[in-house]
């Protein structure tokens, strides 16, 4: 009766597979939230298999389409009568993609997936969560958007519809940064709208992680499959970054912890800054370390703008 349920998104690989695996070897009821039910079904039993759990369950969920995204959550909200973890893990990021895409709500791909799909979701199943005793999300963060600690770094949200108002090329690397960066912004936001609810809401940094083939073979670019496939051979496994997801979600540790950014190593990020001025080494160092984020998320005019945009485009 006191079974905790865990929805990750985009547990079909990766990341979320392994924490697909870890959550039901705890005992967890997990709910393996895809877009392909069918290339899912493998996954699925896999975790099963792997785990024996008789507690894994199968959903429908295209985190870049609003209409799919509502009804996951009526279908959840009609089965399940409470949700105890929410882990935003699905992400679009398709390496050397040059040509703008739009989700099905005509809104840029990047945005759709990483930024609006998980700021929606969490709304449609806040009442969920506030049935659990101890509510908690995570969002997934990149070291992708510690670019901005470059001061002349900035987060573009105008160009969202396909008008390309400044007449730049797409540059879906700068995109993936700057939707993390928003999404970063919103957990932070969503963390002090929910502390009446009593609901948690991180973030956490993903290094460099070992990434299927099949996840490779989706890369538009073969130059950048060849890269990630080389990054492969110096990456963390994806068994050790779902043990960090599941210590955030499930540990005591972070029971009361809520608006923070927290590390592979399970440590709490600082938000720092380089000195006016300086770039070059100062700069470089920051991207090396492991321990601080761009004081940029901060910015209280994007956070009010990301705000304003995110609850604008999905209508809340
Ligand atoms: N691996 C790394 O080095 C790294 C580094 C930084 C951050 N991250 C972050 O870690 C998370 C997991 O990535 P991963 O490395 O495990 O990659 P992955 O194996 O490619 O997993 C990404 C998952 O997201 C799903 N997805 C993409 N678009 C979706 C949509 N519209 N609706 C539902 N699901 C969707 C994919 O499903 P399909 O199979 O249907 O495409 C896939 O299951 C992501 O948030 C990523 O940004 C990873």
Not at 33 to 38: L, S, T, Y
Not at 250 to 271: E, H
């Amino acid at each position: 009766m006191n079974e905790r349920i865990v929805i990750i998104t985009g547990s079909n690989s990766g990341i979320g597979k392994a924490a697909a695996k870890r959550f039901a070897a705890e005992g967890y009821r997990v709910i393996i939230a895809c877009r392909d039910i069918e290339r899912s079904k493998k996954a699925h039993r896999e975790v099963i298999e792997a785990t024996n759990s008789k507690n894994v369950d199968l959903m429908q969920l295209d985190v870049a389409s609003f209409e799919s995204i509502r009804n996951f959550c009526t279908g959840y909200r009609e089965h399940y009568s409470k949700l105890d973890v929410l882990i935003h893990n699905a992400a679009y990021f398709n390496h050397g993609e040059k040509e703008y895409q739009l989700s099905p709500d005509n809104i840029e791909i990047t945005f759709a997936t990483n930024t609006f799909g998980p700021f929606l979701m969490t709304y449609l199943l806040k009442d969920s969560l506030k049935q659990s005793d101890d509510p908690r999300i995570l969002t997934v963060s990149t070291t992708n958007i510690k670019h901005f600690f470059d001061p002349k770094r900035e987060l573009d949200i105008d160009d969202l519809h396909g008008d390309n108002k400044d007449g730049k090329p797409y540059n879906v690397y700068k995109r993936y940064g700057d939707s993390k960066m928003a999404l970063l912004m919103l957990t932070f936001k969503m963390a002090e709208e929910f502390k009446g609810d009593a609901i948690k809401v991180n973030a956490v940094m993903v290094p460099n992680i070992r990434q299927e083939r099949s996840s490779l073979r989706k890369f538009k670019s073969k130059f950048y499959r060849y890269i990630a496939t080389v990054q492969n051979l110096f990456a963390w496994p994806p068994e050790r970054m779902a043990e960090t997801y599941f210590h955030i979600c499930a540990s005591d540790v972070f029971r009361n912890v809520t608006g923070k950014l927290i590390n592979i190593n399970n440590k709490i990020m600082q938000r720092t800054e380089i000195p006016p001025g300086k770039g070059g080494i100062p700069l470089l160092k920051e991207l090396m370390r492991f321990d601080t984020y761009p004081r940029y998320v901060e910015n209280k005019e994007i956070i009010a703008k990301v705000w304003q945009v995110s609850r604008a485009e999905t209508n809340l």
